[in-house]
Every structure is written in C-alpha cells, then in structure tokens.
C-alpha cells in the first residue's frame, strides 16, 4: 500500500551529513524508540488533539476547533512553549505534505542537490509514504538522479526493508548499545532487530553507513569496541562509522544530569575500533 501524504516535523532544504554529497532532509514525525538521550523528544508521538497546549501559546498561534489543534505559522513565534508543556512527547507544530506538495519544495532546491534522505522521528514508521515517495522520484525524469536514502534507529523489519531496498540507495543505522539489557534500559527497545537490520543490509549492498553516539557512563560502546569491530568486519571491512558525542543541552529528564561526551571520549573509542580493523571514521568537528 503507498500512502500519498506524511506527517512532517521539519524540512531541511541543505544537509552534508545525512548521507553523501549535499541532501534535502525530510524528518518525519513518530518515532518507535524512547530514547531517554532524545535531543528532540518532542517528534517521538503523533499529536493526541488533547488540546492542552492550546492556552499556553503567549502567542495566540493555536487555536482548538472541532476537536484539531489549529496551528498559525504565520503568527507562531517559534518560542517552543507549546512543545515544552506537551506531556505525550509531541507537537502541535507539525505539517501534512503530500508527495506531490513535497516534490514541488524539493524542486526549489533540485540544483543543488545530490539527494534526499527521510529522517526523523523514525522514517520507517510512515512507511507507505517512503515507498511512495522513493518510487516516484525514481520514476520523474527530473529527479531520478537524486538518491534515496533513510536515517534510521534499525527497527524496522527485514520484510519492510525488503518494501524498499529496490528504491532506496543506502541507509544510515544508529547501534545506540551493544548489549540488549543496555539498549532496552536506553531506549525502550532491543537491539535484535537493529543487529538484524545491520546485516541484512550489509548483505544486499544498501548499509552506508552505522551510527554510534558515546554517552559517558550510559553507553556500553566504549567497552565493547571489540565485539563491535568483529561485528561489523565480517559483514564489510570498509564500512563507514560516524562516531556522535552525547551533549545534555536540549534533553529532558534524567538525561540532562548525564555528562556530556568529550573529544578524548570519542577519540580513544575510535582508535579502539581502528585497532581492531574498521578504517573509515567521521568524528564530531564541535563538542559542546
Ligand atoms: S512555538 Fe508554540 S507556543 Fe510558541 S508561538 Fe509557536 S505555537 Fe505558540
Ligand atoms: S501537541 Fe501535545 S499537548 Fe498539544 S494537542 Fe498535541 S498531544 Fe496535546
């Protein structure tokens, strides 16, 4: 089944790190993941329609009419106060796009760009639509230059990847921890499904890339490099990793107490992995 229209957080017209050369990103909102780390927790729930964040706007930019929150954009201030009192990790602040809505903005841009990459939130929860999406623009003479690509926690199933894998060009996948009981204490859920997806991947050619982030104290990465590199070499010795460093400016809860990740941090985890045969890194250029 393709799904014409999404849920849209946010669109960012000029991306050089979701994936190769320079990419229109789109952040779908929902997200199948709690993760306690989150720096965006209000795209994790669709919006309930509750209302309750309707009066705290000192804007005057919602409103509640039959039950659906009205959001003004051109009135909105973006001060974020809506999102700070939502309770359900969500946002009246979101968009609906169709494909062909999104295809007309991506057409602003399409000189510029090498591709597209749907992120999130979780892409794969609005699934439909990416099949969509992806095989119209592989169809659209003006566009089927442009790469598809996913940003993704790994979750979703191989019978869902298999939906897309003949319209999507790679995938970047987060490994949040190496241990299942870490993964399920840090974000909700196992890591099975996520290590499956590595492989699975990896095996039809479509992994570009396996996402780290390094929370000091939280994480299990740092001392499992080992396992890691062995994991990830028997599936492609060339794989690309992309080491993030954890910061708690913009989390909630428990996790603004968490220290941040430092360039020795990150530094010392990549020589780890390096040492046991991984050859291609990307390491944070700023640490706040
Ligand atoms: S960000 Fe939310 S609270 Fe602030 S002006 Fe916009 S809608 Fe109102
Ligand atoms: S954004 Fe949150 S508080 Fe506002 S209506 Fe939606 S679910 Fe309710």
């Given at each position: 089944m393709n799904?014409?229209?999404?849920?849209?957080?946010?669109?960012?017209?000029?991306?050089?790190v979701d994936g190769p050369?320079?990419?229109f990103v789109i952040f779908l909102q929902g997200c199948n993941f709690k993760c306690l780390n989150c720096h965006n927790p209000y795209?994790?729930?669709l919006c309930t329609e509750c209302g309750n964040c309707v009066k705290s706007c000192p804007h005057k930019a919602l409103s509640f009419i039959n039950y659906k929150v009205i959001w003004q954009t051109s009135v909105c201030q973006q001060c974020d106060t809506c999102i700070n009192t939502c309770v359900h990790h969500s946002t009246p602040m979101t968009y609906k796009y169709s494909v062909d809505d999104l295809l007309i903005t991506i057409r602003k841009y399409l000189p510029f760009l090498n591709g597209i990459t749907l992120s999130g939130g979780e892409a794969t929860m609005q699934l439909p639509f990416v099949e969509k999406l992806f095989s119209t623009i592989k169809q659209t003479n003006d566009l089927k230059h442009l790469t598809c690509f996913i940003d993704s926690n790994g979750y979703l199933a191989k019978t869902g990847w298999q939906k897309v894998e003949n319209i999507m060009d790679g995938a970047m996948i987060d490994l949040k921890a190496?241990?299942?009981?870490?993964?399920?204490?840090?974000?909700?859920?196992?890591?099975?499904?996520?290590?499956?997806?590595?492989?699975?991947?990896?095996?039809?050619?479509?992994?570009?890339e396996v996402r780290f982030l390094i929370i000091p104290e939280h994480t299990d990465l740092q001392d499992n490099a080992e396992n890691i590199a062995k994991f990830l070499i028997d599936l492609n010795p060339n794989i690309r990793i992309r080491i993030n460093a954890f910061h708690?400016?913009?989390?909630?809860?428990?996790?603004?107490?968490?220290?941040?990740a430092n360039k020795k941090q990150i530094e010392i985890f990549a020589e780890q992995l390096k040492q046991n045969g991984l050859k291609h890194?990307?390491?944070?250029?700023?640490?706040?």
């Amino acid at each position: 089944m393709n799904k014409s229209w999404a849920i849209v957080n946010k669109l960012l017209p000029f991306s050089c790190v979701d994936g190769p050369g320079n990419r229109f990103v789109i952040f779908l909102q929902g997200c199948n993941f709690k993760c306690l780390n989150c720096h965006n927790p209000y795209t994790i729930s669709l919006c309930t329609e509750c209302g309750n964040c309707v009066k705290s706007c000192p804007h005057k930019a919602l409103s509640f009419i039959n039950y659906k929150v009205i959001w003004q954009t051109s009135v909105c201030q973006q001060c974020d106060t809506c999102i700070n009192t939502c309770v359900h990790h969500s946002t009246p602040m979101t968009y609906k796009y169709s494909v062909d809505d999104l295809l007309i903005t991506i057409r602003k841009y399409l000189p510029f760009l090498n591709g597209i990459t749907l992120s999130g939130g979780e892409a794969t929860m609005q699934l439909p639509f990416v099949e969509k999406l992806f095989s119209t623009i592989k169809q659209t003479n003006d566009l089927k230059h442009l790469t598809c690509f996913i940003d993704s926690n790994g979750y979703l199933a191989k019978t869902g990847w298999q939906k897309v894998e003949n319209i999507m060009d790679g995938a970047m996948i987060d490994l949040k921890a190496w241990d299942n009981d870490v993964h399920k204490s840090l974000t909700g859920r196992d890591n099975l499904r996520v290590k499956e997806t590595i492989k699975y991947l990896a095996k039809i050619n479509k992994l570009y890339e396996v996402r780290f982030l390094i929370i000091p104290e939280h994480t299990d990465l740092q001392d499992n490099a080992e396992n890691i590199a062995k994991f990830l070499i028997d599936l492609n010795p060339n794989i690309r990793i992309r080491i993030n460093a954890f910061h708690n400016h913009g989390v909630r809860g428990i996790a603004k107490k968490w220290s941040s990740a430092n360039k020795k941090q990150i530094e010392i985890f990549a020589e780890q992995l390096k040492q046991n045969g991984l050859k291609h890194f990307t390491l944070p250029t700023v640490y706040l």
